[in-house]
């Protein structure tokens, strides 16, 4: 597939892989709407979300004193910068059923979008382009990380789709670096990539970032003084409004981890041992596999890192798995190798089967695992530490030819 010229007819393939996915957005949304209208329950984040926005459109009170109150009977508050609750705005004038609605076909367009761009990054053929879309996007969906995303109404996608478009699609252009910025405005943790820029040398994309980050500091500020003085204060450092127990099996961070192994709620100096390592190791290999001109691995084992280091990494932080998924696809198509299309199966298998950790809470045994029972709950700290590990043990085969160098569109068009 290639990008419509101007003046000439579009792409019908481009087109009509554009129309599937926006019918499957739209009967997802449609569903969505349907089970909040009469359950009530679920897209608790949304909730948070949309009462934060409320709060900072009424100007009552302070934005981090909203909360949104789930059927279960847990406030959720909102816990972004505030420049994340001014682009939040348009929830505060949407009934909820509305809100889940909008949000489902926002973030599954984002996912699509992530998708069209991977794939052109590894190398699929235009031919093939549409087809592999839309299989992708139906495999992706069941992924726990992705439907569980979708359930709570996350706002990971859309910043997935920021950062590979900027990282990855966007490196070649004037403004590379400002979707990590802006991305980082939103919520913090895209922080990360601003390091993996300084650290190969991308010194006008790292001041970039900077630059949009603190601009939207700044808008913060401008709209909410008293607001964005109190988070970037301290309050953003208050774990305790992120979880009440970090030992819970949708904590999959490292810090989670020496939790549930110590069964302790406070992980204490060994997960800063930990966690200094990872992230050593972690910049290092995606360093290492961005010079060799991988950049997609570098960025994914960046991602990686980030989300083992964090003292929080929920369940649905981990969409990441979907552009790994493919690029172990991709490995595995190109190669025709019978080894990594196992791989790639028996991962997407874990990741769906991962579901089964909703039954933890009501089971009675989230927090307190041991035997397989500490394998099973940190399957995605175990997944993201061994992909770490074999980009870096790819660092010493030869480097092969050269990929696809940006993307513009899901069409795979060059700039």
Do not use: E
């Amino acid at each position: 597939m290639t990008a419509p010229v101007a003046g000439t007819t579009p792409d019908r393939p481009l087109v009509r892989t554009w129309l599937y996915a926006v019918a499957i957005a739209t009967g997802l949304a449609g569903a969505a709407a349907v089970v909040h209208q009469v359950t009530g329950r679920f897209w608790g984040d949304l909730g948070a979300y949309r009462a934060g926005a409320v709060a900072a459109a009424t100007g009552d009170g302070n934005l981090y004193q909203a909360s949104h109150l789930t059927p279960d009977g847990i406030a959720l508050g909102f816990t972004y910068p505030p420049f994340a609750a001014l682009l939040m705005q348009p929830l505060a004038v949407l009934s909820m059923p509305v809100a889940v609605a909008t949000w489902t076909v926002v973030s599954v367009v984002a996912l699509v979008a992530v998708i069209g761009l991977v794939l052109h990054q590894v190398g699929t053929p235009d031919r093939h382009r549409p087809a592999t879309t839309i299989g992708a996007l139906v495999a992706a969906l069941p992924v726990f990380a992705v439907a569980g995303h979708l359930q709570v109404g996350q706002v990971g996608l859309i910043l997935m789709w920021l950062v590979l478009a900027d990282l990855v699609g966007g490196r070649h252009r004037r403004w590379h670096g400002l979707g990590v910025g802006i991305a980082a405005g939103i919520k913090l943790t895209p922080l990360v990539f601003i390091g993996l820029l300084v650290l190969t040398g991308r010194w006008r994309a790292a001041a970039t970032a900077l630059g949009g980050f603190a601009a939207t500091v700044a808008v913060g500020f401008a709209w909410r003084p008293a607001d964005s003085a109190w988070f970037f204060s301290g309050g953003l450092l208050d774990t305790d409004r992120v979880t009440g127990d970090p030992r819970t099996v949708l904590n999959q961070s490292l810090a989670g981890a020496v939790t549930r192994v110590a069964d302790d709620p406070t992980p204490g100096f060994v997960w800063w041992v930990l966690a200094a390592v990872a992230a050593v190791a972690g910049l290092a290999v995606a360093v290492g596999q961005h010079r060799r001109g991988d950049v997609l691995t570098a960025v994914l084992v960046c991602a990686a890192t980030g989300l083992l280091v964090s003292p929080v990494s929920w369940h649905h932080h981990w969409v990441w798995w979907v552009p790994a998924l493919l690029l172990l696809g991709g490995h595995a198509w190109r190669h025709r190798h019978r080894t990594a299309t196992a791989t790639t199966v028996g991962v997407w298998v874990v990741l769906v089967a991962s579901t089964s950790w909703v039954l933890a809470a009501p089971g009675g045994w989230d927090l307190h695992f041991t035997g397989l029972g500490l394998v099973y709950s940190n399957l995605y700290v175990l997944l993201g530490v061994a992909g770490i590990g074999v980009a870096g043990w790819r660092l010493r085969q030869p480097t092969g030819p050269p990929r696809p160098a940006t993307v513009d569109t899901l069409s795979g068009s060059q700039p």
